[in-house]
């Protein structure tokens, strides 16, 4: 741990001289910032040659679990190295994420998988917007290009998954689009305005539209997943994977559809897009079985009477209720992109949301002491309980959104625009 004081000392140095204001949300940011510096750097001391393998959460042992580039969060770890160079401006970090970044590569023909728009846009995305590398650029706009194949004109979305169904369903899904896919598009509109051709930025609106539509409620919480018929384009049924039932609503899956309508509203400007925002995240800060540190357990339905914990679990044997940090961190940086494009009292109702997720998410409770928790930054995250998989762990998606998030306080707080 001295070594890499020692090591990465420059930056913490950089940081403090920086730091002239007693500003106490400056003196926040930089003491997260300096943490997850610390934290990172014993990642990959950890990681040392296992090249290859990306870190995503920690086994029941504690140890490391791991997925290789093809794994939906195999962005993530390059993404932070990014944030954290740009956080800090020492080359030592953009080192590691241009070596952690590069081995992806070969997911700019993956047509397999939806979320090639997390694995891709956060890793060369980040690196792009720092460094102009053409080379980058190009993997991102070859990338765009497997994404449209999974297009479908009649359902007028991109497909998810290639089958399977619920937990507690018999329905088996031809054309199942899971919320999560919002994310993904931020890809497809980058793709637009990198190379002029206005067809990616028609795709992900087209998607964003039917999505709105049959996926989000008339309260404004959401289906994890829909399935469509793929001939006829028709709504079958909304469904789930990793929520309590088909009719809850998936605390991450929350999230994912707050972060990816404030999107397509940053894109186009379309004012439904803003309003489905603003009604996801007011479902959200309102909900009555939000707990006050406004970390969402697992899923917003489990608090109904009859609700079994781990009712779902293969083994049955998640007998209490668990919290999902990365369901807050997602929506903490959204909620900051979205306090930008509105006024007055929601202007601040969801900064103050925001800033409350972020100060629990530092807090013991949830930020790991240095050197543990598999050398992840939060811990008290949900992979899939319906599953019975990754259950109160640590999770990279968790650290990387928190860390987006503190790095758009930061320049929230230093007056620079958000994105
Ligand atoms: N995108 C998969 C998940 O949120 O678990």
């Not at 590398?133 to 990338?143: F, G, H």
């Not at 006024?343 to 972020?358: C, N, S, V, W």
């Not at 109160?392 to 790095?407: G, K």
Request: neutral net charge; aromatic residues 14%.
């Amino acid at each position: 741990m001295r070594n890499s004081r020692f090591i990465f000392g420059s930056f913490i140095f950089i940081l403090l001289v920086g730091c002239t204001s007693v500003d106490s949300r400056k003196q926040f940011v930089e003491e997260n910032i300096i943490y997850a510096c610390e934290q990172t750097h014993c990642m990959l001391t950890s990681l040392g040659e296992t090249q290859g393998r990306y870190p995503r959460s920690t086994k029941k042992d504690g140890s490391l679990s791991t997925t290789d580039i093809y794994g939906w969060t195999s962005g993530f770890f390059p993404g932070t190295l990014w944030m954290l160079y740009e956080l800090t401006n020492d080359s030592c970090w953009k080192e590691k994420a241009v070596e952690w970044t590069l081995p992806l590569e070969p997911n700019k023909y993956n047509t397999k998988d939806h979320d090639v728009g997390f694995m891709m846009y956060n890793s060369f995305g980040r690196g792009f917007a720092l460094t102009k590398d053409k080379s980058y650029r190009d993997i991102l706009v070859q990338t765009a290009n497997s994404l449209m194949t999974r297009f479908n004109p009649n359902v007028h979305s991109i497909k998810s998954w290639e089958g399977g169904k619920a937990p507690h369903d018999t329905i088996v899904w031809q054309f199942p689009v899971i919320i999560d896919n919002m994310m993904n598009l931020e890809l497809l509109f980058w793709a637009s305005k990198a190379t002029g051709d206005p067809s990616f930025r028609n795709i992900a609106i087209s998607h964003a539209e039917k999505t709105m539509k049959y996926q989000i409620r008339k309260d404004g919480s959401s289906y994890h997943l829909a399935c469509y018929d793929p001939e006829t384009g028709n709504f079958i049924k909304g469904e789930t994977s990793q929520g309590y039932s088909n009719e809850s609503t998936w605390s991450r899956g929350q999230g994912w559809g707050i972060y990816g309508f404030t999107l397509c509203y940053r894109e186009t400007k379309d004012p439904r897009f803003l309003k489905t925002a603003q009604r996801m995240a007011d479902y959200y800060i309102n909900h009555p079985n939000l707990p006050s540190d406004k970390i969402p357990w697992w899923d917003f339905d489990t608090h109904r009477p009859g609700f079994i914990p781990g009712k779902f679990s293969k083994t049955n044997k998640y007998i209490q209720n668990y919290r999902d940090a990365s369901a807050a961190s997602v929506t903490a940086s959204a909620l900051l992109e979205l306090s930008s494009y509105v006024k007055d009292d929601k202007k601040k109702i969801y900064t103050e949301t925001a800033l409350q997720i972020l100060t629990s998410l530092s807090s013991p409770e949830y930020r790991a002491e240095e050197g543990k928790n598999g050398n992840f930054i939060l811990k008290h995250s949900t992979g899939a309980i319906p599953h019975g998989s990754e259950v109160d762990v640590p999770l990279i998606y968790a650290d990387y959104y928190f860390l987006e998030a503190l790095l758009r306080y930061n320049r929230m707080i230093n007056n620079k625009p958000i994105l």
